[in-house]
């Protein structure tokens, strides 16, 4: 990583970038940084009357060493892993209760891939991932 950037800042910085990726997806961001003591969820949203607990994963290329922007061997997205899956979906289940919202949910997973040095990002969607 450049000095400097912890992996909080590019994770901050990561949920930015995903925000604004859905939103020009046509996704309507309701709220982010949900937070409970059992979970937290990064960025609730709406897209077709579904609401989407969207979990951000993201990696800086100057994290990972000499490697190309587009190599495809670093999907932040697939380090989701069950354990973290299973406790979003609890604190959905939770925030759709507390919210007395009866639509359907589903859990997505973005992928953020951060160039900093170029000032770049390159997100990846995953839907429905449990």
Same mark, same amino acid.
């Given at each position: 990583?450049?000095?400097?950037?912890?992996?909080?800042?590019?994770?901050?910085?990561?949920?930015? @970038?995903?925000?604004?990726?859905?939103?020009?997806? +046509?996704?309507?961001?309701? =709220?982010? /940084?949900?937070?409970? $003591?059992?979970?937290?969820?990064?960025?609730?949203?709406?897209?077709?009357?579904?609401?989407?607990?969207?979990? @951000?994963?993201?990696?800086?290329?100057?994290?990972? +060493?000499?490697?190309?922007? =587009?190599? /495809?061997?670093?999907? $932040?997205?697939?380090?989701?892993?069950?354990?973290?899956?299973?406790?979003?979906?609890?604190?959905a289940e939770m925030y759709m209760n507390e919210k007395k919202d009866s639509r359907d949910?589903?859990?997505?997973?973005?992928?953020?891939?951060?160039?900093?040095?170029?000032?770049?990002?390159?997100?990846?969607?995953?839907?429905?991932?449990?």
């Amino acid at each position: 990583m450049q000095s400097g950037q912890s992996r909080k800042e590019v994770g901050s910085i990561g949920e930015g @970038v995903a925000a604004e990726f859905l939103r020009r997806k +046509g996704f309507q961001i309701l =709220e982010r /940084n949900y937070l409970k $003591p059992w979970g937290e969820i990064d960025i609730i949203a709406l897209k077709s009357n579904v609401v989407r607990f969207v979990e @951000v994963k993201s990696v800086s290329r100057e994290s990972l +060493g000499d490697i190309s922007a =587009e190599d /495809n061997d670093h999907r $932040p997205e697939e380090m989701v892993h069950s354990h973290k899956l299973q406790r979003i979906a609890r604190t959905a289940e939770m925030y759709m209760n507390e919210k007395k919202d009866s639509r359907d949910f589903q859990i997505d997973v973005v992928g953020v891939f951060l160039d900093m040095r170029n000032r770049r990002a390159k997100c990846r969607l995953l839907e429905q991932v449990l």
